[in-house]
């Protein structure tokens, strides 16, 4: 019998073939039998060009074909490399070399695959695969290094589809407002795997815009944004407790939220978001509950299944509280790192954990608390600083909107904190005053040796500051500083 998770995804629409499936914001609208009838076209002809196993790259705008070519590669055994469209030719020869892909799809060549798909005959048969057998392979961001491609399972993303339609409570009349891009796991994974599961009307948006989201706001039930779609939601003062009157769920993942952001949001709407943790390599980890204290800074509980400790850089169990290494194990979590088994073998403990690099702390009844990439972990004189610490501090001062923490280079102590501070439009705050605002409240050594600010945070397009190029930016700050001093 065959595990393709496109018979998972398929029961949830199968009985309902003429029902909306995606809503575009100009009007039109695929049923899910437009959509299942265009990728079985789709994987009439793909089989006629690929064999079972060999990926297939797309870098394609937003739109329902993609989606379509999504299900042609799950129904036709070839597994899907999306890729961010913002690569540019350089980058994308890399992920040419290195998936060695047997079909590309850019934007006109997607055109040309509808075109050629409606000269043959919708492919019957569903590709009989393995839950190991191979879906997809996202490529993680390469801050550091050369990217890697993490394989995952048909097994990874329906176990993952699954909890997640079940725990996030997913009902029958649910329409999904999706303004998420669909290169992530986030947005193709995470929303359109669990909407098709449940049947779901997706509002299809090319992008996030505010404008279109508001009036999305009065049909749809569910949305999955990053913290940057709430952030500048607040910024518009027609989103309200009215306009969000229709609205049953708020999911926010893929970067942290402020607890600033999460009160003003609930104050707003009077809705609680409900903030999730995820990766590449493992889909949905931990969430907070439907059904229950959704706690701002904390992605909530291990989902059902999944098994999440927290460790030392040697592998030893921390006891409640500790700060260590998030280490996680589970059917989500992925088969390893395309064509790099010394680092997938590095990134496994023998028992099967995965070390995700982020650390973090459980509490004693077992939420998961986050505080920074294991990389960001600045050491200034030898003693440890969290810069999640640092910033849930800095963002409690009234006229800061948002902060990024930084260790850089300091020829006495080794490392120094940097606070890159974003103020709220009109405010001002000088280096003293923001000082004087943590003085009492963080220990000497944590507090910040300079403060930068600027008008915005570099992110990259999942929202997540890029704090590798703030690090870069600011690297010489110091020896700068000390070199003008003696001169």
């Known amino acids: 019998m065959s595990e393709n998770l496109f018979l998972t995804l398929a029961r949830g629409f199968a009985d309902q073939p003429d029902k909306c499936c995606l809503q575009l914001p100009e009007g039109g609208q695929w049923s899910f039998q437009q959509l299942d009838t265009l990728s079985a076209r789709m994987a009439a002809v793909l089989v006629s060009r690929a064999e079972p196993g060999d990926r297939v790259l797309m870098q394609v705008q937003k739109c329902p074909e993609a989606v379509a070519l999504y299900l042609a590669c799950l129904r036709a055994g070839l597994v899907l490399v999306p890729l961010n469209t913002a690569y540019t030719a350089a980058e994308l020869d890399y992920f040419r070399q290195d998936a060695e892909p047997a079909i590309e799809v850019d934007d006109q060549s997607l055109q040309r695959l509808c075109l050629d798909s409606t000269y043959v005959d919708p492919l019957q048969v569903v590709a009989e695969v393995g839950g190991d ?24 993303l329906r176990s993952n589809a699954l909890t997640l339609h079940k725990l996030w409570g997913f009902q029958a009349d649910d329409v999904l407002l999706h303004a998420l891009p669909i290169y992530h796991v986030h947005g193709l994974f995470v929303a359109l795997n669990t909407a098709l599961l449940n049947g779901s009307t997706v509002l299809f948006y090319p992008r996030f815009d505010t404008a279109t989201l508001r009036e999305g706001l009065a049909r749809a039930t569910v949305m999955m944004g990053v913290p940057t779609f709430y952030t500048r ?21 893929s970067a942290p939220l402020t607890e600033a952001t999460f009160a003003a949001f609930e104050a707003r709407t009077g809705h609680r978001i409900l903030e999730r943790y995820g990766m590449s390599e493992t889909g949905m980890i931990s969430s907070n ?131 890159v501070c974003v103020m709220v439009e009109g405010r001002t705050l000088d280096d003293a005053g923001l000082e004087a605002a943590i003085a009492d409240t963080l220990a000497r050594f944590k507090q910040p040796k300079a403060y930068i600010q600027r008008a915005d945070l570099p992110r990259n397009t999942m929202g997540k500051v890029q704090k590798n190029q703030l690090r870069e930016d600011y690297r010489d700050c110091f020896q700068a500083a000390r070199a003008a001093a003696t001169e």
């Open 133 to 156: 057998d191979l879906a997809a392979i996202l490529y993680t961001s390469g801050t550091t290094g050369r990217s890697k491609g993490a394989m995952l399972s048909h097994d990874n």
């Open 233 to 253: 939601m607040l910024e518009e003062p027609a989103i309200n407790r009215d306009a969000c009157a229709h609205m049953r769920l708020f999911i926010c993942g």
């Open 289 to 419: 509950p439907l059904d229950g204290e959704r706690l701002a800074g904390s992605v909530g509980f291990a989902l059902p299944g999944v098994e999440v400790r927290i460790c030392d850089e040697q592998g030893k169990h921390l006891a409640a509280g500790k700060v260590g290494v998030v280490e996680v194990r589970g059917p989500n979590v992925f088969n390893g790192y395309w064509r790099m088994p010394e680092k997938t073998a590095a990134e496994f403990r023998d028992d099967g954990f995965f070390v995700t690099g982020d650390l973090g702390r459980l509490d004693g009844s077992g939420r998961l608390w986050l505080v920074g990439r294991e990389k960001d972990l600045i050491i200034s004189g030898g003693l440890n600083v969290y810069p999640k610490e640092v910033e849930l501090c800095l963002d409690s001062v009234d006229g800061v909107l948002e902060t990024a923490v930084i260790g850089v280079p300091h020829p006495d102590f080794g490392e120094a904190v940097v606070a």
